[in-house]
């Protein structure tokens, strides 16, 4: 079990760090199979924020507002230490995938999808233009399995704990947080231990070592590493950051990194584009691709996972 203490120390294990993608990200060039769209699934501007007229915008904000209120340092150790125990279910990662049929991310305001979709969707861009890359066509596929955490087996959280753009606690609040106005309700807002430039961290003392705001992100980043995956470094920093769009977006909280996530934040930007871009109100056929994943599901998993 990994137990979040008053300064969070490195969790990232030996074997995690020796594994190591032998291309360099910035000679990747993708072939161009897949081409961004200009709107979203509703026709309107991706991450798009501050139109409140709509009703789904309106579910957005309200999603935001309790997390940036809920979501306190001493929230988030608790959360952690509850859940890395990993004692809710066993099950395959395809298993889990499916379960996905039930979940929707109220803080999304570019798709109303079922989530198994959103998963297909950015796991088939990202093999059109990246076909080598293997571990990373499992990593769009798993990244946001965490939300189960929605389900009433894994918690029944409500969604300001399980998705949502992450951010660190522990230190300021940046304001290129989406809707940053709420964090003034945090009670960690004013408190001087918490509410400096590092808080109660050291500049680039590493990611690894930071606290983020409890949900999906980190959930499966924890099922993945305790589960002994053969995935890369590079793909449990894209499971476990995806969502830290202040940082891969804004360039927020870069005093924080070190040099290993300099590295591998290149390979975030990169997953982040078909994260974002993907998401369509065309389906996959999931049998016609169903095989594929299976394999790669089989060749950097076990056949059962601890949940």
């Known amino acids: 079990m990994t137990v979040i203490v008053e300064n969070p120390v490195e ?9 190591e993608i032998h291309v360099d990200p910035d000679e990747l060039v993708s072939d161009g199979g897949f081409t961004m769209p200009d709107s979203n699934a509703f026709g309107q501007s991706f991450r798009d924020y501050e139109n409140a007229e709509t009703e789904r915008h309106q579910i957005v904000e309200q999603t935001y507002r309790l997390q940036h209120i809920n979501q306190t340092y001493d929230y988030v150790k608790k959360m952690r230490e509850e859940y890395s125990r990993l004692d809710k279910a066993e099950m395959s990662i395809w298993e889990c995938c ?3 049929n039930d979940v929707v991310d109220e803080s999304d305001p570019d798709l109303d999808e ?3 979709m959103h998963l297909l969707q950015s ?3 990202i093999r059109k233009d990246y076909p080598n890359e293997d571990w990373l066509h499992l990593t769009a596929l798993i990244h946001d399995l965490g939300k ?3 389900l009433p087996q894994f918690g029944g959280l409500p969604q300001w704990s399980a998705v949502g753009d992450i951010f660190p606690v522990g230190c300021a609040f940046d304001e290129s947080n989406v809707h940053y106005q709420f964090f003034k309700e945090n009670p960690d807002f004013n408190n001087p231990k918490y509410n400096t430039k590092n808080g109660v961290y050291s500049e680039g003392c590493g990611l690894s070592n930071v606290l983020m705001s409890f949900g999906h ?3 499966m980043y924890l099922v993945a590493k305790e589960n002994g995956t053969t995935l890369p470094s590079a793909a449990l920093f894209v499971i476990r950051y995806h969502s830290f769009y202040p940082l891969h977006s804004c360039g927020a909280y ?3 990194m070190n040099e290993e996530d300099v590295e591998n934040l290149k390979w975030l930007q990169i997953f982040n584009k078909y994260d974002l871009y993907s998401k369509s109100k065309v389906p996959i056929d999931v049998e016609k691709v169903k095989p594929y994943y299976l394999s790669l599901i089989d060749k950097y998993f076990p056949a059962k996972v601890k949940w």
């Open 148 to 150: 189960i955490l929605l």
């Open 11 to 19: 969790d990232i294990e030996l074997f995690e760090q020796k594994k």
């Open 254 to 256: 870069k005093h924080l």
């Open 217 to 219: 992100d980190d959930y």
């Open 123 to 125: 796991a088939e861009a």
């Open 98 to 100: 499916e379960l996905l």
């Open 114 to 116: 079922p989530q198994i």
